[in-house]
């Protein structure tokens, strides 16, 4: 039975990490779409979104029949817990990934009029990501808390978006709709800083075996 549940644990291992490439290869997608005005990349985020979410159930309904047929305990329960919350927030930045992708296409001719630079915030936000899956591999609790640190960068920079274009509104109160469509791709960005971090606060729990959200 043992040998069993462990060969399960490190099937959903590979599954959980094999989705968080995928979700890691859209976030890239689609800065690389507003950083070149790529409107077929974007278009094409969009499109295969549905991929995100077939696998997302996919490792959920794994860990639940584990659950079910094993009923682990200690440190396989409190590892097959996590997945499955980090499942959810890899399938949120997804779909916030995806959300970039459409509201880049929404702007896409407003982008000539008013030059907002998403960058350092879009690779911060990658950045974020691909660390916190770093840290889910090796285990590196250090890793994972400095993931929750740099969250707090990610939000000053949507800070500075929303301080940008409220001045632009005020200059141009006729493209408030645009400019408003234009501000949520950085609302978006800090969504997906804050769902990496959940990841990285999943990662310390299941190394420490300690809740730290909202501390």
Not at 11 to 29: F, H, P, T, W, Y
Not at 40 to 60: G, M, P
Not at 178 to 184: G, H, P, V, W
């Amino acid at each position: 039975m043992a040998g069993h549940l462990q060969r399960e644990i490190e099937k959903i291992k590979k599954e959980i990490l094999s989705l968080g490439a995928m979700v890691e290869d859209r976030l890239q997608k689609a800065i690389h779409a507003i950083k070149t005005q790529d409107l077929a990349l974007a278009e094409k985020i969009i499109d295969t979104d549905f991929e995100i979410d077939e696998r997302e159930i996919e490792v959920e309904e794994e860990c639940l029949k584990i659950l079910a047929l094993y009923q682990p305990v200690a440190t396989d329960l409190r590892f097959l817990v996590a997945v499955i919350k980090i499942n959810n927030d890899l399938e949120r930045i997804a779909d916030y990934a995806a959300n970039i992708a459409k509201r880049y296409k929404a702007s896409f001719r407003d982008h000539k009029k008013f030059k907002y630079d998403y960058g350092l915030m879009a690779d911060q936000a990658a950045k974020m990501l691909r660390l916190s899956l770093d840290a889910l591999v090796r285990m590196d609790v250090d890793m994972a808390y400095d993931v929750r640190d740099m969250d707090k960068e990610v939000n000053l920079m949507r800070n500075d978006a929303y301080d940008s274009m409220k001045k632009d509104i005020q200059t141009h109160p006729e493209m408030v709709e645009e400019i408003i469509n234009m501000y949520l791709i950085s609302r978006h960005l800090e969504r997906i800083g804050d769902h990496t971090t959940n990841i990285a606060e999943e990662v310390i729990y299941l190394i420490e075996g300690e809740i730290v959200r909202h501390t």
